[in-house]
């Protein structure tokens, strides 16, 4: 074999190599490199302080809520049927002690995460999965939300069992759990956002996101 022919071979098997990369992970965020690109503000009620600092021996996103309601989104479809596991770590430095998460009057989280299914122009045909750190539920409770019970779906990844100040990592089958959560299989998605806030009971909450990425398993 010449070398023309075996330098071509190994760039073959590079390209696949790197092309089967691509498709078993999707990078939705990258934190860890100090990059907040592509990622868009939306304000409810003020707006949640949101930067990137390292801490605890790594970069992060940190947020901080005082009463306030914003989130940072992302715009991407993801392929379910191909990268449907959601792998992502995060912190929450404390509670919201008190609040029924049920209620519109305590639909607050010290960290959020969640994934969104576009209706387009038949915007009451959009559906939001939010993966929660609850403050008052027990992990793996489930619940419609207080203002959108038809759209949105509260899931709570973490709750009442789980200590605060403790980094930890998530995988969630989302197109299962958006199967469990709305009765239909939803193989694309349309966006990735987060979001720390509190203002329906005007407290104050800290939490660190780290990196969110999708994977085929």
């Given at each position: 074999?010449?070398?023309?022919?075996?330098?071509?071979?190994?760039?073959?098997?590079?390209?696949?190599?790197?092309?089967?990369?691509?498709?078993?992970?999707?990078?939705?965020?990258?934190?860890?490199?100090?990059?907040?690109?592509?990622?868009?503000?939306?304000?409810?009620?003020?707006?949640?302080?949101?930067?990137?600092?390292?801490?605890?021996?790594?970069?992060?996103?940190?947020?901080?809520?005082?009463?306030?309601?914003?989130?940072?989104?992302?715009?991407?479809?993801?392929?379910?049927?191909?990268?449907?596991?959601?792998?992502?770590?995060?912190?929450?430095?404390?509670?919201?002690?008190?609040?029924?998460?049920?209620?519109?009057?305590?639909?607050?989280?010290v960290a959020r995460l969640y994934v969104v299914k576009s209706g387009g122009a038949l915007i009451w045909k959009t559906r939001a999965l939010n993966y929660v750190w609850s403050s008052n539920q027990s992990k793996e409770t489930s619940w419609p939300n207080a203002f959108q019970p038809k759209n949105a779906a509260m899931l709570a990844v973490r709750g009442v069992e789980d200590d605060t100040g403790v980094w930890v990592s998530e995988k969630r089958n989302v197109r299962e759990d958006l199967k469990r959560a709305f009765g239909k299989d939803f193989k694309i998605i349309d966006a990735v956002a987060l979001m720390t806030d509190t203002d329906n009971s005007g407290l104050k909450a800290s939490a660190l996101y780290g990196d969110i990425y999708f994977t085929a398993q």
């Open positions: 074999m010449n070398c023309l022919k075996a330098s071509a071979i190994v760039l073959s098997l590079a390209l696949v190599s790197s092309i089967a990369f691509a498709v078993s992970q999707l990078n939705v965020s990258n934190f860890s490199a100090n990059n907040l690109d592509d990622w868009d503000s939306k304000s409810f009620v003020g707006k949640t302080e949101y930067s990137l600092v390292a801490e605890d021996g790594r970069d992060a996103l940190r947020a901080h809520s005082d009463g306030t309601a914003s989130g940072l989104g992302k715009k991407l479809k993801i392929d379910l049927t191909k990268t449907p596991y959601l792998n992502w770590s995060w912190k929450v430095d404390n509670r919201l002690a008190g609040l029924d998460e049920q209620s519109k009057s305590g639909d607050d989280y």
